[in-house]
């Protein structure tokens, strides 16, 4: 069965209801656009602008969600709709909804502990292959093209610094059904899990789930309004005076160490929840747990899901200036 924690439960309900494809979440990646574009070097942003006008894209703000957009394109909807080269993505690449997470549990505290968690088709692997592309002199008949990787790796920075887009909550079930949260990765591997929040619901709302909490609202309620501007200026004022370090060793494995980040940031995310009545289909599959959430859990995690923002502007600035650019 496909994953598709890449299409949450509220972009579905937005797109049933208003037609449109995304305006919600672009914001987000957006303002991660933004910032790193007012990072990167002048040798880079040349470089960048190269692809960006082969593409016949403005900037890095106009990509930062063509990887969501190409696959709400393969559901016939959004202004992808129709588009030939996404079409033609989409049957090239029919998996790449997986590119865009990896399933970790969150005790996981480096990624050695996590090989059995491993997946080819994961977010680490997919910025790898981004990467991978944009430095090779030619591009592979298998692969997408240079103009692909950029828009792609725009993106999936940024998703690998949403927390539950790493961190997942595993489970076991006692007699009565009710859900356990297993943290160690010893113990969570094959274990029935909530796809990062997806299944995690704290209303009677489909939208009201803790996926989209993290995705959505805390974006939102962090600089109190839906303008990419005005939180990439928020971001700027707020998290840059303090230096974001560059992440250590080669930049090739960075993302491993953005996921292990990302999955401390989701441990946090599930403090203080409490698990309610799990719906478990016939086959064991998870379906819905009911939750409540801690008071002030906004308050306290919206600081958090800005800083993630102002981090991924930064290590997306730092790693396209470490390309080896061909």
């Known amino acids: 069965m496909k994953d598709i924690r890449w299409i949450p439960v509220a972009l579905v309900v937005f797109l049933v209801s208003s037609g449109k494809a995304l305006a919600w979440a672009q914001e987000g990646h957006a303002a991660i656009a933004a910032l790193a574009e007012d990072l990167i070097s002048p040798h880079t942003r040349a470089k960048v602008q190269e692809l960006l006008n082969q593409g016949g894209d403005k900037d890095l703000v106009s990509i930062a969600s063509w990887a969501d957009l190409v696959l709400i394109a393969a559901h016939d909807e959004g202004p992808l709709r129709g588009n030939q080269e996404a079409l033609a993505f989409n049957r090239k690449f029919p998996n790449s909804g997986m590119w865009h997470f990896v399933n970790l549990p969150l005790g996981t505290t480096s990624y050695e502990q996590i090989t059995q968690f491993d997946a080819p088709d994961d977010v680490v692997h997919a910025i790898s292959r981004c990467l991978d592309v944009l430095e090779s002199p030619l591009t592979r008949p298998e692969d997408f093209t240079k103009v692909q990787a950029l828009r792609l790796l725009v993106h999936f920075v940024g998703d690998i610094h949403q927390p539950l887009h790493c961190g997942t909550g595993f489970y076991t079930f006692s007699e009565s059904g009710a859900p356990q949260l297993v943290i160690e990765p010893e113990h969570a591997f094959g274990k029935p899990n909530d796809r990062g929040g997806n299944l995690l619901y704290y209303g009677a709302s489909p939208i009201q789930q803790l996926h989209a909490l993290w995705d959505k609202v805390l974006v939102e309620e962090a600089d109190n309004s839906i303008d990419y501007r005005v939180l990439a200026d928020f971001l700027k004022k707020s998290y840059l005076p303090k230096e974001i370090a560059r992440t250590p060793g080669d ?76």
Do not use: M
Not at 276 to 294: F, K, N
Not at 299 to 309: D, G, M, S, V, Y
């Open 251 to 326: 930049y090739h494995e960075w993302a491993k160490s953005w996921a292990i980040d990302s999955v401390r940031i989701a441990a946090l995310a599930y403090r203080g929840i409490n698990f309610g009545t799990a719906d478990l289909a016939d086959d064991g599959h998870l379906l819905r747990i009911e939750i409540s959430l801690p008071p002030g859990y906004q308050e306290i995690n919206k600081a958090r899901a800005a800083l993630q923002l102002a981090r991924a502007g930064v290590h997306l600035a730092q790693l396209l200036d470490s390309l080896n650019w061909q």
